[in-house]
Structures are given as structure tokens and as C-alpha cells.
């Protein structure tokens, strides 16, 4: 391989603040070794081909496209130590976050999660059955249309005397429908095409492909692909195979989350290709099962809003709250019951512990979401309907993604003016996590990069008008990027790159304020979890072979282990998250939930 002239060098006297490409351009192999040693690696083979030809012998072509990506691994990693070392930021992440992680990763994916597949199969009819319904429905709503042509979609919409409709996209399709309530027939139909797309997605991404690719038949098990940095701007972890981070949350698919198993206490069997389940059912029969331990971090991106704010309405909310849970937890133990089955529907509890009975009372006032709501509406917690309470729970997650009034109004059914005034009084109710988000979104468009309280920095697009312009220009002037060219002028509805470029330059900043506003928090909550892995990881090490940790999605961990030893590993776990997450989250008490199952459940 020959280094291109020019090429190589640590890059370390890059200015910071001056947005590098290479933070921006991705941390692939190919790409680090284009920027640090201006060598272009051919990419001609992937790990496809093994499993494609799993018995064919590799070409020469193939064993040199290994022996490339080989030969320049140690001394890129010499290459980025030394840049990690010169930054005193990067260094701490590195050492303390990043660096003690890997051991969690490279250990406990590698021992695969058990998988149900007498449930598996069960989620696969009901989503087969259910596809087959809404596509007769569609049937009879549009008729001879292809559910799979959106342009057919669109033609069809445009036939019904709808004016210039842009696409038939699920997106835009829901705000379309919020301005049809008045032709029901049309939104009907639109809602029910709009419901089969997304049945069908979650049948092709998350139920099939299980079957076909992502169970290992051999172990009945499945062997999850962390991605340590899967979203590098901002620290997350990320799972591509199979992609458990994603699984859908609405009520009917939950169940997919319970095909997983907390798995055995002894190494599990290696049976021959064609074992059936039920086989497999029985030489596992007599294996000590483990459990799961679902502890999970509540509410902790609002808590962190609050405390990188210091928004005194939400800090106070958080404080008080905390302070009845105290009291509540106390009373229990002075009075030798059990916290957690006490609740507002426990009979006689009002006459036999009226003082518990009003904690509780004021505990369900202080919920976060109830007291937004009776801000909002200007009325006592105890007034507030579980409809008004699930609408002002909209925008609380909504305005820190830098969501407009058309995303809320998609969440909540609501017309477009009653979603922005949500959205308002939101922003009334907390000014300064407002002003905080602001000015994220400033820093992030005009600065062009934004700091996580760990030091972590995500930087944005940035490219003048005239950059653009010239960009733009050179696309048009090129004949082999017609394409390209008419896909742009198409999404800005122009042929003039000028205004193109204005109007790409307009895009690329509310995107930077977008992203910019949620980097801080995203950022606390990645590392908050990565430490926390990382220190439990020690402790269950120590305390039984069989403890290991297979599931950590966004802000919960899952560690599993013997039943005898649940109570300790749940405990250790809920001391490691506090631990964790105080170190980012400094000005409101954290809390931390916890759940013992023998499968993985919310």
C-alpha cells in the first residue's frame, strides 16, 4: 500500500473548535486509515460472502482485503492512543468510561440470551394474522392499490380530489389524515395503510428475520452485535443484530421482549443442525434456571434536564417527591409492611394507616407528569384527568428533541394550533430548561458543537451558502449525477442551486439545533449507563460464575444470576446506577426501579 502524498500524521494540531472532518466522517477502518495514513483501502469483499459460501475456500482477492484491514490495525491504534493521550477530555472518557466498558461488551455479548420459541412462534401468527385483516381492509378501502407502491398511494389520494400530495410517506400521511377528520372514508383509509406499514415492519424486522438469521438453532440462543460507540456523537451503545434496542413499546408487541429468557445456571447444550425445540426442551429440563434483573433509571432524562437547567420548578417537583418516597419507605419499615404492595387500592387503608394513606396521596401528586398538567391547566394535582396527565407527558419528551407542534399533534391526536399552545405552555411552565435547550440549539448551529457534562463533543454540519452553492452548482454540471441533481431539485422544489443552497443551509442549521438540544442529556445518559455496566460488571464477577449482564438498552441494565442471589445482584445493581448517574446528574435525587423476572419484561 502506498501513502498518498500528504497523507498520515496524528492530526493533533487540529484546531478544536473548528469543526474537524474526521470527527464528523465516521469511525469506520476505511475512513481512519484514509485520514491518518491517506491510504484508500479496496472494499470490494464483506463478511457476507462467509455466510453466503460459508464452505468455499476465500479468494486471493478476499485474503488480501483481510490482510489490508490487518495490517494497518496496530499502528492506527498506536495513532489514536497517542490522540486520546494529548486530550485531556478524550483521555478521561477513554480511561473512565469507554476503556472499562469493553471488558462488559467483549465478555457478556459473547454468552448469547436464551430465546422461547414456542412464544416466538405465537408473535409470528398473531402478526400474520393481523397483516392478512388490515390488508383486506385495504383492499375494500383502496381498492386494486399496492400497499407496497406508495406512488399507487399517492395517485390514489390525488384521485380522491386531494391537492398536491406530496408523498406517501408515514409521516406525512399522519399529518395529512389530522386535516381529513371532516371525509372519514379518506382518513380511514389512510390510517389504516398507515398501520398495515408499520405491522408489517415489525414482522419483517423484528419477528422473521429472528427465525431466519438471529437464533442460533445449534444453542437456541441468540448472540446480540453491541456496538459500543453505535451512535459515536453521542456515546450510545447500539445493538444491529438483533436490534433489541428498537423493539417497539406499544402494548401489543411487548410481548417480544418477553421471548428472551434469563437462560441457566449451567453451560446449556450444543446439539447437532435439525434438533428439534421440543428436544432441546428436554435435555435442558433438569438445568437450574436463572433470573433476570430489570432495574431501570426513572425518568433519568428529565432528571437530567432538570439538573443541567437547574430549572427550580423541576428540581422542586423532584426534591419533593423524593422526600415523600422517603417517608413512605420509613413508615413501612416502622410499621413492618411491605412498601411495595402498599397502594391507594390496598383495602382499608385509609381507616387502619390514614398517615400512609396521605403520603401516598401526595406521592401520586407529585408525579412529574400530574404536576406539568396542573401547571399547564392552572389547577390542584388532584383535579388532573389521566388524559390531561398522558397530553403533558407529550411534550416534555418532545421539546428537548427540538419536536415541533406536527410531532406532538401525531402523539397526541390533538389539531396543530392545540399542540403548539402544549408546546408553549410547556416552555411557560419550565423558562429555564427552555432557555437551557435554546441555547444548546445555538451552540450547536452557530458554534458547531455541543459538550456533554462528561466532556463528550458531538460536532454538526457545517458549510457556508457559497460552499453550497458550488456544491450544488457541480452536481448540475456533472452528467454522471443526474440523478443525484434531480433528486435535489426535486426535495427544494427549485432548479436554481442558489436557492437550493439557501435552502440546504436553512436545513443543515435546524438540524444542528435539533440534535444540539438533546446532545448534553443523550450524552449523560449513555455514560451513566457504560459506568455503571462497567462497575457492576466487577461486582457480579465476584459473586457467582453464572452472573453476567446480556441486556443493556438505553436507560436500563439487566444483569441476571441465581434466584437465591436476586435480591443482592438487584441491590448492588440499584447502588451502581446511583453511583453512575450522580456523577452527571447532580442537583435532583435519582431513582431507580427494579423488577425480578425469569424473562426480559418492563
Known amino acids: 500500500y502506498q501513502r498518498t502524498e500528504g497523507g498520515g500524521g496524528d492530526g493533533g494540531d487540529e484546531d478544536e473548535d473548528d469543526n474537524p472532518t474526521e470527527l464528523m466522517g465516521g469511525s469506520s477502518l476505511e475512513f481512519l486509515v484514509q485520514q491518518h495514513f491517506g491510504v484508500q483501502l479496496d472494499k470490494p469483499w464483506q463478511k457476507r460472502f462467509l455466510e453466503l459460501h460459508p464452505t468455499s475456500p476465500l479468494p486471493n482477492s478476499a485474503i ?28 478521561q472518557i477513554w480511561w473512565t468510561i469507554e476503556r472499562p466498558f469493553m471488558d462488559v461488551v467483549s465478555r457478556d455479548a459473547t454468552l448469547g440470551i436464551s430465546i422461547d420459541v414456542d412464544q416466538l412462534a405465537k408473535l409470528e401468527e398473531t402478526a400474520y394474522t393481523e397483516e392478512a385483516r388490515l390488508r383486506t381492509e385495504l383492499d375494500r378501502c383502496m381498492p386494486g392499490i399496492n400497499p407496497n407502491a406508495p406512488e399507487q398511494v399517492r395517485q390514489w389520494l390525488l384521485g380522491q380530489g386531494l391537492k398536491d400530495v406530496q408523498n406517501a410517506q408515514g409521516g406525512y400521511l399522519k399529518k395529512l389524515a389530522t386535516k381529513l377528520k371532516r371525509r372519514p372514508a379518506i382518513c380511514h383509509a389512510i390510517e389504516t395503510y398507515i398501520e398495515l406499514k408499520k405491522v408489517t415492519k415489525i414482522r419483517s424486522t423484528y419477528i422473521d428475520p429472528w427465525f431466519t438469521r438471529y437464533v442460533n438453532y445449534n444453542t437456541y440462543k441468540i448472540y446480540c452485535n453491541w456496538q459500543q460507540l453505535g451512535a459515536a456523537a453521542t456515546g450510545r451503545m447500539s445493538c444491529k443484530a438483533p436490534p433489541v434496542q428498537t423493539i417497539p413499546r406499544d402494548k401489543a408487541w411487548k410481548a417480544l421482549r418477553s421471548i428472551m429468557l434469563a437462560g441457566f445456571e449451567q453451560p446449556t447444550p450444543y446439539v447437532q443442525d435439525g434438533t428439534s425445540w421440543q428436544h432441546y426442551q428436554e435435555l435442558i429440563s433438569g438445568l437450574t434456571k436463572l433470573q433476570m434483573a430489570i432495574v431501570d433509571l426513572s425518568q433519568f432524562e428529565v432528571r437530567s434536564l432538570a439538573s443541567q437547567a437547574q430549572d427550580p420548578r423541576m428540581m422542586g417537583i423532584f426534591k419533593d417527591a423524593a422526600e415523600v418516597d422517603a417517608a413512605i419507605q420509613q413508615y413501612c419499615i416502622d410499621a413492618t409492611l411491605e412498601a411495595k404492595a402498599v397502594s391507594l387500592e390496598t383495602t382499608e387503608l385509609e381507616t387502619q394507616h390514614p398517615k400512609l394513606w396521605k403520603l401516598l396521596n401526595r406521592a401520586s401528586e407529585l408525579d412529574f407528569h ?14 388532573v384527568t389521566e388524559e390531561q396527565r398522558g397530553y403533558a407527558k407529550v411534550p416534555t419528551f418532545a421539546v428537548p428533541y427540538g419536536a415541533n407542534a406536527w410531532t406532538v399533534a401525531d402523539q397526541t391526536g390533538l389539531p396543530f394550533d392545540a399542540a403548539q399552545k402544549l408546546i408553549d405552555d410547556w416552555c411557560r411552565a419550565y423558562p429555564a430548561a427552555k432557555y437551557f435547550l435554546d441555547q444548546l440549539g445555538l451552540q450547536a448551529s452557530h458554534r458547531g458543537y455541543t459538550v456533554a457534562p462528561s466532556g463528550r463533543r458531538r460536532y454538526y454540519a457545517r458549510a457556508t451558502v457559497g460552499e453550497l452553492k458550488a456544491a450544488y452548482e457541480a452536481l448540475r454540471d456533472n452528467p454522471n449525477k443526474a440523478v443525484q441533481w434531480d433528486k435535489a431539485c426535486k426535495r427544494w422544489r427549485n432548479d436554481n442551486p442558489a436557492i437550493i443552497a439557501h435552502c440546504a443551509r436553512k436545513s443543515i442549521l435546524a438540524a444542528a439545533d435539533r440534535e444540539g438540544r438533546n446532545h448534553p442529556i443523550q450524552a449523560s445518559n449513555a455514560d451513566t449507563i457504560k459506568i455503571a455496566a462497567s462497575m457492576l460488571y466487577r461486582c457480579l464477577r465476584a459473586l457467582h460464575p453464572s452472573c453476567h449482564i446480556p441486556l443493556m438498552v438505553h436507560d436500563e441494565v439487566t444483569p441476571v444470576g441465581p434466584a437465591s442471589l436476586m435480591p443482592d445482584i438487584a441491590a448492588i445493581t440499584r447502588t451502581c446506577m446511583i453511583e453512575a448517574a450522580e456523577r452527571f446528574v447532580t442537583r435532583v435525587p435519582i431513582e431507580v426501579s427494579c423488577k425480578i423476572s425469569p424473562c426480559w419484561t418492563k
Open 370 to 383: 400530574r404536576q406539568t398538567a396542573s401547571i399547564i391547566h392552572g389547577i390542584h394535582p388532584s383535579a
Open 64 to 91: 488480501r482485503y483481510a490482510a489490508g484491514d490487518v495490517i494497518f490495525m496496530l499502528e492506527l491504534a498506536d495513532s489514536l492512543m497517542q490522540r486520546i493521550n494529548e486530550n485531556a477530555a478524550t483521555n
